[in-house]
């Protein structure tokens, strides 16, 4: 009898252990399953922040690499030169502009007080090309009326030409580098179709990397074209300012010196 029961309870504990190790066996993989599922979300949080992180000037310099060291190079040397020429014309203009208004009453001023002198010498002190059409008319004005008012016209198409110095390499940057982004998506169309008939089959990817790197050329020397306008046409803008300010200047200076004459 003891030994009947000794039996049924160790067959017991053994029909209890197995059930446990199965339990155990149905609950590791849903813990694994869930684990898994979080630890997905993680690295999908932190491509997402990665790509982010990246911003648009790393997008911007992996584009260009794509583009191809050829064209967009030649394309990058015509943004470099022409931002070069830009920045130079503006520091040029920005100095060239006065308050002309001031200085028509200074040169007013001396004429009255001191003669014609005493207004030459505001004018030296005085940068721009309004104080250098001022000096060249008063220096003439000892002739008479007339050659002074020679003198300014003649000086103001000098001072002109001086603001207008290396716009037009400006404009030929804006034109040639979206020819030279064709040009580059040109040579890349004919490189792709000289793969499909090498190959006798249209294949996409055969043909995308070229295909890519001829848009790239194109959309870099639009953009190109496009920063370089702006700037083109904050210069022609400012340029039309000071010479409309020197010809009303050089009328203000006629009747000055007419009215000093009387």
Request: proline letters at 1%; one cysteine or more; a negative charge.
């Amino acid at each position: 009898m003891k030994k009947l029961f000794s039996i049924l309870a160790m067959a017991g504990l053994f029909v209890l252990s197995a059930n446990t190790v199965s339990a155990n066996a149905n609950v590791i993989p849903s813990n694994m399953s869930s684990t898994l599922a979080t630890a997905t979300f993680m690295l999908q949080d932190e491509a997402a922040a990665a790509a982010e992180d990246r911003g648009f000037t790393q997008v911007l310099k992996e584009q260009f690499i794509q583009g191809g060291a050829g064209f967009m190079g030649i394309v990058l040397l015509c943004l470099i030169l022409g931002l070069a020429v830009a920045i130079e014309r503006i520091i040029y203009l920005n100095l060239a502009s006065t308050n002309s208004t001031k200085l028509k009453q200074s040169v007013e001023d001396a004429l009255a007080s001191g003669g014609i002198e005493a207004a030459k010498e505001v004018c030296r002190n005085t940068r721009g090309p309004v104080a250098s059409i001022y000096y060249q008319g008063l220096d003439r004005a000892g002739d008479s009326i007339e050659a002074a008012e020679k003198a300014v016209v003649a000086y103001g198409g000098v001072q002109m030409g001086q603001l207008e110095k290396n716009v037009s390499w400006l404009s030929l940057f804006i034109a040639i580098a979206p020819m030279l982004g064709f040009m580059g998506t040109v040579i890349g169309m004919i490189q792709a179709f000289q793969k499909i008939s090498a190959v006798g089959n249209l294949s996409a990817s055969l043909i995308a990397g070229d295909i890519q790197v001829a848009l790239l050329t194109t959309v870099f020397g639009l953009i190109t074209a496009i920063i370089l306008q702006i700037f083109y046409n904050y210069i022609i803008a400012k340029i039309d300012s000071i010479v409309n300010d020197m010809e009303d200047s050089s009328i203000t200076l006629i009747d000055m010196l007419v009215d000093h004459k009387k």
